[in-house]
């Protein structure tokens, strides 16, 4: 593409000043130094590079250059240095406020679609502007890691990069929310939400992520996002400690959860009795919860609890007699397990129900 040809109005003045200060060897005034930057940032806002402006103003220069005396040749070369670092620094001045504005632009879009707050339509014509076209489906992924992320860390540029250089930007947005990492992308590109997470998992030092089912319309980012949000607050609940956690495979808990009353009252029926334990009711549950994860084996129950299969089945034994529940028994374990899923939704017994 042809370079576009710098206007006179950026060198207004400036040979004048050239053959002023060559003649009586001052320096640039500080009025002459302002209309510099004034014009450097006006040639910025224009959308000229700053390469091609300061090679225009050494043409310049050149043109008008003193033929006198080695000292006239001094005077307007520090002129030249003087005229161009004004205009420089004013060219840079505009720039820095044009990238703050672009980063304002950016955040308070990020924001809006993630919090739907926007007119629908709106916030669709401003995410064409940043690559994303919402009448399509997009997922969300949303990585947390041991520290909080700002979009200028190290971390989130790293992921970033590591993104680009695999699939370019391919309507691909990160950034980050509330300390954690979060990547937008198109609902069939499965495969950068994939790589994502494997990038903020080493990023982060051993971080966890979750996905979002992909969702369509402008309504669907926020959707996407609020799941995996849910996905990571259920991990932690039932101490789930996989890297990547996709909330497609975790649908049954947020349905257990949908209705807490009523996980409530299982919870207390079936549970509560085993607050009267000596120790309370925290080793049953550990108990059971290692039960249920092991498939009901009791010896790996036991090993995950460095107990001895003889202490396994006491405390089994002392659930069904605390309970009435046999946990070995088919017809009582779907409601202890169910039980156990809501006590740790509902962080029981830690907090009251």
Not at 102 to 115: G, N, S, T, W
Not at 187 to 213: C, N, P, S, W, Y
Not at 225 to 235: D, H, P
Request: hydrophobic share 40%.
């Amino acid at each position: 593409m042809a370079e576009r040809e710098i206007p006179e109005e950026y060198l207004e003045g400036y040979a004048q000043i050239l053959e002023e200060v060559a003649a009586t060897g001052r320096r640039l005034s500080r009025d002459e130094l302002a209309s510099r930057k004034a014009l450097g940032e006006r040639a910025a806002e224009a959308g000229f590079g700053l390469r091609a402006l300061v090679r225009t103003h050494l043409t310049a220069a050149r043109d008008a250059w003193p033929r006198g005396h080695t000292d006239s040749a001094e005077a307007a070369l520090s002129a030249v240095q003087q005229a161009v670092d004004a205009f420089a620094e004013g060219y840079e001045r505009a720039q820095r406020l044009a990238v703050r504005r672009e980063e304002a632009a950016r955040r308070e879009f990020i924001d809006d679609l993630l919090h739907g707050r926007s007119d629908l339509g709106r916030l669709a014509e401003r995410a064409d502007r940043f690559g994303l076209r919402l009448s399509q489906e997009h997922a969300v992924a949303v990585a947390r890691g041991p520290a909080a992320y700002d979009e200028g860390d190290a971390v989130p540029r790293q992921v970033e990069q590591a993104l680009v250089a695999r699939f370019g930007d391919r309507s691909i947005l990160l950034t980050t929310k509330d300390g954690r990492l979060l990547c937008v992308a198109p609902g069939h590109h499965g495969e950068v939400l994939t790589h994502f997470a494997k990038q903020a998992h080493a990023a982060t030092d051993g971080g966890q992520v979750a996905i979002g089912r992909p969702r369509s319309g402008p309504g669907g980012v926020v959707h996407s996002y609020e799941e995996a949000l849910r996905t990571l607050e259920i991990a932690e609940r039932l101490g789930l400690d996989e890297p990547l956690l996709r909330a497609a495979d975790l649908l049954v808990y947020p349905v257990l959860a949908r209705d807490r009353q009523a996980m409530a009252d299982l919870v207390r029926n079936t549970l509560g009795p085993l607050t009267t334990a000596r120790g309370g009711a925290e080793p049953l549950l550990d108990t059971l919860t290692a039960y249920f994860e092991s498939g009901c084996v009791a010896a790996e129950a036991a090993r995950r609890l460095t107990l001895s299969v003889r202490a396994l089945t006491y405390r089994l034994e002392r659930i069904h007699k605390l309970t009435g529940a046999d946990p070995s028994e088919p017809a009582h374990r779907y409601m202890l397990q169910t039980a156990v899923i809501g006590a740790r939704l509902l962080a029981w017994p830690a907090k009251e129900l």
